[in-house]
């Protein structure tokens, strides 16, 4: 019997009718999401089992009544956005919906900082944290989420958007602190178009597929929902991003299927056992009528449940997946997450109340990053950030509610004087003013705030089964240390900020909640170690990978979802790259052909002269030379038009760094163009860049540099391809650009060195079909370039 999927692959036979896909992803979190829409794209047949149910924008809970169905609970007939956990040192709060932990993420997508990808680092209580891959691994996949997820910082200089006070005051107390203050990339669409204003509440444009709800989107109203699910549609959470793309190719999306069990083939792939939920019914899975089970088959089978939803399957699947390692529940961690308030704020200079506004903006907007000893500052400890935390405006009612005895005096007042006046003891005056005194200030949540800690804590903790249920053995005494200085640092912004303080009550109690649970099922470099190794596939059961937050081997410190989606990037292109030996491949869908794209990764450093024109005032001796570099992925996403193009333009995406700038910027938008056509009447060719980012202030820079190849003897070839002058512009310019002549705020020159160049060379990457013969003709017009440049002269000089 062959059961076809709804995308139209046909399956393959299997036993008792089964339905067999060439691959099942559990999950729709940031590796589930993105794993099915690179495995669609390839043209493998995908289906996605999701146990929650799709939330179109609008169809997030708001009203009482609602909030009150908002949890998930099947046991209890709940099957709500919010899944609440506690355990033994920790609660834990995720997510269920198709689009997982992206419906009530705060939208950062920061990535793991360089330093922190640590190898064999001891812990406090024994053993050691090791990360089998490093970021120059994951820049590419990086870059890759961050296109596709539209990330872009809050825009603090725009219109509208500059009267932000939460985002100014996290600026002004990092100076204060003297830590660094940076506007986080965040998964929020301000601008109704990619080259329009930022403008809030404005109808989008989108892809052409649409999205799967099928529903209009706007751009954010800065009402900080965030958390709670945007019902705008202007945060880009994965079923409006990856999951829209992947049913666009094909992927199966349904809704609904709670995977209970997961074993290996009789002859071989995988065998996934769920129930199935009916969300249209007031009350499913009541007593008296369980859930319908079902099974599915697969060659290759993606768990990505989140970390306590893959780690607890795992568990329940020991016994039928032979030879999992003793890695398996070990390296949970609570990624350091930490919260408290600031309360009150005050001018310092006029003592008058400072508001905040927290419920103005995106959840996040700011971020201040905490130092780490392994960025070379000794005695600074294990880092992480503090960001901004907003909330809905409905909860500073309830907030503003909840202070009973200020309410109640408020109230015995209005009463008194409603009865004086009745009784004729008081003059009549306008029942305005009284109700106004009535409501009150709204002081306490106007000057308040909250502030959300992440760190790099002790992965020590473990999860196992007890009855059935699982367990976290996980307390805060070993990462004591490193959530002390969250919590004292949050202090110190506090007083900068002349503000009251308050713990979250849970602190002092030696209890934590963790929105951000990470490990179970860690990634390490032999089975003795991890679940899975580097790419994430298990050991010893071919074809079987993790793809979420449970294969962490350890916290990445800053928020974890950008870090989750590019490691299953990776896994996806190393899935693809080998898929032929593991089973028939099959031809990518007509209706959306992916082209050759390729990557690669260059790293600059060098210096700068602030105030100078020349670059070459970065080689002379003296003068206020700074130090300048850069990281930058270049991506051509079609060799063949890249090649064909007579300026060869590709684009840009990774960082700048500039103490004079506020330290490293990301790259807003940036080109490349390799051997595009000099000045006008000159022979040489030009490798440019110039790179649009803002500086810590928020102001618009431009780097805009160029390597000249001229036509000389062969002896230029390394000055001419590893220097780098530049020239830094005030404002975003263009190269063509009919503006006036921007204002030149220094110069310098960055140089390749060898030990760069030899990483350069290591991250060269291709996508997509005939992706050898691609490099090959990359490489061959490379080449010839430089043939062209210089070689004549060897002839010269032989007397050719």
Same mark, same amino acid.
């Given at each position: 019997?062959?059961?076809?999927?709804?995308?139209?692959?046909?399956?393959?036979?299997?036993?008792?009718? @089964?339905?067999?896909?060439?691959?099942?992803?559990?999950?729709?979190?940031?590796?589930?999401?993105?794993?099915?829409?690179?495995?669609?794209?390839?043209?493998?047949?995908?289906?996605?089992?999701?146990? #929650?149910?799709?939330?179109?924008?609008?169809?997030?809970?708001?009203?009482?009544?609602?909030?009150?169905?908002?949890?998930?609970?099947?046991?209890?007939?709940?099957?709500?956005? $919010?899944?609440?956990?506690?355990?033994?040192?920790?609660?834990?709060?995720?997510?269920?919906?198709?689009?997982?932990?992206?419906?009530?993420?705060? %939208?950062?997508?920061?990535?793991?900082?360089?330093?922190?990808?640590?190898?064999?680092?001891?812990?406090?209580?024994?053993?050691?944290?090791?990360?089998?891959?490093?970021?120059?691994?994951?820049?590419?996949?990086?870059?890759?989420?961050?296109?596709?997820?539209?990330?872009?910082?809050?825009?603090?200089?725009?219109?509208?958007?500059?009267?932000?006070?939460?985002?100014?005051?996290?600026?002004?107390?990092?100076?204060?602190?003297?830590?660094? $203050?940076?506007?986080?990339?965040?998964?929020?669409?301000?601008?109704?178009?990619?080259?329009?204003?930022?403008?809030?509440?404005?109808?989008?444009?989108?892809?052409?597929?649409?999205?799967?709800?099928?529903?209009?989107?706007?751009?954010?109203?800065?009402?900080?929902?965030?958390?709670?699910?945007?019902?705008?549609?202007?945060?880009?959470?994965?079923?409006?991003?990856?999951?829209?793309?992947?049913?666009?190719?094909?992927?199966?999306?349904?809704?609904?299927?709670?995977?209970?069990?997961?074993?290996?083939?009789?002859?071989?792939?995988?065998?996934?056992?769920?129930? !199935?939920?009916?969300?249209?019914?007031?009350?499913?899975?009541?007593?008296?009528?369980?859930?319908?089970p079902g099974t599915i088959t697969c060659d290759r089978l993606i768990l990505a449940a989140g970390t306590l939803g893959t780690t607890r399957l795992l568990l329940r699947s020991r016994n039928r997946l032979p030879g999992l390692g003793p890695a398996l529940g070990t390296r949970f961690s609570s990624n350091g997450d930490t919260l408290s308030f600031l309360l009150r704020a005050k001018d310092g200079r006029t003592g008058r109340s400072r508001p905040l506004n927290p419920s103005q903006g995106p959840v996040i907007t700011g971020a201040i990053r905490l130092p780490d000893e392994l960025d070379g500052i000794p005695g600074a400890g294990r880092g992480g950030y503090i960001e901004d935390g907003g909330y809905p405006e409905f909860v500073q009612w309830l907030a503003e509610g909840a202070r009973a005895p200020q309410h109640l005096s408020r109230a015995a007042r209005f009463l008194a004087r409603r009865l004086a006046r009745q009784a004729g003891l008081s003059p009549e005056r306008h029942l305005s003013k009284d109700l106004s005194d009535l409501l009150g200030d709204g002081l306490l949540t106007? @000057?308040?705030?909250?502030?959300?800690?992440?760190?790099?804590?002790?992965?020590?903790?473990?999860?196992?089964?007890?009855?059935?249920?699982?367990?976290?053995?996980? @307390?805060?005494?070993?990462?004591?240390?490193?959530? !002390?200085?969250?919590?004292?640092?949050?202090?110190?912004?506090?007083?900068?900020?002349?503000?009251?303080?308050?713990? %979250?009550?849970?602190?002092?109690?030696? !209890?934590?909640?963790?929105?951000?649970?990470?490990?179970?099922?860690?990634?390490?470099?032999?089975?003795?170690?991890?679940?899975?190794?580097?790419?994430?596939?298990?050991?010893?059961?071919?074809?079987?990978?993790?793809?979420?937050?449970?294969?962490?081997?350890?916290?990445?410190?800053?928020?974890?979802?950008?870090?989750?989606?590019?490691?299953?990037?990776?896994?996806?292109?190393?899935?693809?790259? @080998?898929?032929?030996?593991? #089973?028939?491949?099959?031809?990518?869908?007509?209706?959306?052909?992916?082209?050759?794209?390729?990557?690669?990764?260059?790293?600059?450093?060098?210096?700068?002269?602030?105030?100078?024109?020349?670059?070459?005032?970065?080689?002379?001796?003296?003068?206020?030379?700074?130090?300048?570099?850069?990281?930058?992925?270049?991506?051509?996403?079609?060799?063949?038009?890249?090649?064909?193009?007579?300026?060869?333009?590709?684009?840009?995406?990774?960082?700048?760094?500039?103490?004079?700038?506020?330290?490293?910027?990301?790259?807003?938008?940036?080109?490349?163009?390799?051997?595009?056509?000099?000045?006008?009447?000159?022979?040489? !060719?030009?490798?440019?860049?110039?790179?649009?980012?803002?500086?810590?202030?928020?102001?618009?820079?431009?780097?805009?540099?160029?390597?000249?190849?001229?036509?000389?003897?062969?002896?230029?070839?390394?000055?001419?391809?590893?220097?780098?002058?530049?020239?830094?512009?005030?404002?975003?310019?263009?190269?063509?650009?009919?503006?006036?002549?921007?204002?030149?705020?220094?110069?310098?020159?960055?140089?390749?060195?060898?030990?760069?160049?030899?990483?350069?060379?290591?991250?060269?990457?291709?996508?997509?079909?005939?992706?050898?013969?691609?490099?090959?003709?990359?490489?061959?017009?490379?080449?010839?370039?430089?043939?062209?440049?210089?070689?004549?002269?060897?002839?010269?000089?032989?007397?050719?």
């Amino acid at each position: 019997m062959t059961v076809r999927t709804t995308s139209g692959t046909p399956a393959r036979p299997a036993q008792s009718g @089964t339905e067999h896909v060439d691959v099942v992803v559990v999950g729709s979190g940031f590796g589930g999401s993105v794993a099915a829409c690179r495995l669609a794209e390839a043209g493998l047949s995908v289906v996605v089992l999701e146990r #929650g149910r799709r939330y179109p924008p609008g169809g997030f809970a708001r009203t009482p009544t609602e909030i009150n169905r908002a949890f998930w609970d099947p046991g209890a007939g709940l099957y709500g956005l $919010f899944d609440v956990w506690s355990f033994r040192g920790c609660d834990a709060v995720v997510a269920s919906g198709l689009g997982g932990g992206s419906l009530i993420f705060a %939208n950062v997508l920061l990535r793991k900082d360089e330093h922190w990808f640590v190898q064999e680092q001891p812990l406090p209580g024994g053993g050691h944290e090791t990360w089998p891959v490093g970021r120059a691994d994951l820049e590419p996949h990086y870059d890759a989420v961050e296109r596709m997820m539209g990330a872009t910082p809050y825009p603090l200089h725009h219109p509208g958007y500059a009267d932000t006070p939460k985002t100014h005051a996290m600026r002004e107390a990092a100076a204060a602190l003297g830590l660094e $203050f940076r506007l986080p990339p965040l998964a929020v669409t301000f601008a109704p178009a990619p080259d329009a204003m930022p403008r809030p509440g404005l109808p989008l444009t989108g892809p052409e597929h649409g999205n799967l709800h099928g529903a209009v989107r706007r751009t954010c109203r800065l009402c900080g929902e965030c958390n709670i699910g945007c019902n705008e549609g202007a945060k880009n959470s994965l079923d409006l991003t990856y999951l829209s793309t992947a049913r666009a190719y094909g992927a199966d999306l349904r809704t609904g299927h709670d995977v209970r069990a997961v074993r290996s083939g009789p002859r071989g792939g995988y065998r996934v056992d769920y129930v !199935r939920y009916d969300h249209t019914e007031p009350e499913p899975g009541e007593p008296g009528r369980p859930p319908p089970p079902g099974t599915i088959t697969c060659d290759r089978l993606i768990l990505a449940a989140g970390t306590l939803g893959t780690t607890r399957l795992l568990l329940r699947s020991r016994n039928r997946l032979p030879g999992l390692g003793p890695a398996l529940g070990t390296r949970f961690s609570s990624n350091g997450d930490t919260l408290s308030f600031l309360l009150r704020a005050k001018d310092g200079r006029t003592g008058r109340s400072r508001p905040l506004n927290p419920s103005q903006g995106p959840v996040i907007t700011g971020a201040i990053r905490l130092p780490d000893e392994l960025d070379g500052i000794p005695g600074a400890g294990r880092g992480g950030y503090i960001e901004d935390g907003g909330y809905p405006e409905f909860v500073q009612w309830l907030a503003e509610g909840a202070r009973a005895p200020q309410h109640l005096s408020r109230a015995a007042r209005f009463l008194a004087r409603r009865l004086a006046r009745q009784a004729g003891l008081s003059p009549e005056r306008h029942l305005s003013k009284d109700l106004s005194d009535l409501l009150g200030d709204g002081l306490l949540t106007h @000057t308040s705030l909250p502030l959300l800690g992440m760190g790099r804590d002790i992965p020590d903790g473990e999860l196992r089964l007890r009855g059935g249920r699982l367990q976290v053995s996980w @307390t805060t005494r070993n990462s004591a240390d490193t959530l !002390r200085r969250i919590h004292s640092t949050m202090r110190q912004i506090a007083d900068t900020l002349d503000a009251g303080y308050a713990d %979250n009550p849970l602190w002092h109690l030696g !209890r934590t909640v963790t929105v951000h649970p990470l490990g179970g099922a860690p990634m390490g470099r032999r089975p003795e170690t991890g679940v899975c190794d580097a790419f994430g596939e298990v050991y010893g059961h071919r074809g079987l990978y993790i793809a979420d937050g449970s294969a962490l081997p350890g916290p990445v410190g800053t928020n974890p979802a950008l870090t989750i989606a590019a490691l299953s990037d990776r896994m996806c292109t190393r899935l693809l790259e @080998t898929r032929a030996g593991g #089973g028939p491949a099959a031809a990518p869908r007509p209706a959306y052909v992916r082209r050759t794209s390729l990557v690669f990764t260059e790293t600059m450093r060098g210096s700068y002269v602030p105030g100078a024109a020349d670059p070459s005032a970065a080689e002379r001796p003296g003068g206020q030379r700074e130090p300048f570099a850069f990281r930058l992925t270049v991506t051509a996403d079609d060799v063949d038009a890249f090649l064909d193009d007579p300026e060869h333009e590709a684009r840009v995406d990774g960082w700048v760094d500039s103490p004079g700038c506020g330290g490293r910027r990301p790259v807003l938008y940036g080109r490349f163009n390799l051997f595009a056509s000099g000045e006008e009447g000159e022979p040489r !060719r030009v490798l440019r860049y110039r790179l649009h980012f803002t500086d810590a202030q928020g102001r618009p820079r431009t780097f805009a540099g160029q390597k000249q190849i001229t036509h000389g003897t062969p002896l230029r070839l390394w000055p001419d391809t590893t220097a780098l002058p530049f020239r830094l512009l005030a404002g975003h310019t263009t190269a063509d650009s009919s503006d006036p002549e921007p204002v030149v705020l220094g110069a310098g020159r960055l140089h390749l060195r060898l030990r760069d160049l030899a990483q350069l060379l290591s991250t060269f990457r291709t996508t997509g079909p005939g992706g050898p013969a691609a490099l090959a003709r990359f490489g061959e017009f490379f080449l010839g370039r430089l043939w062209e440049s210089y070689v004549p002269y060897v002839r010269w000089w032989g007397g050719g």
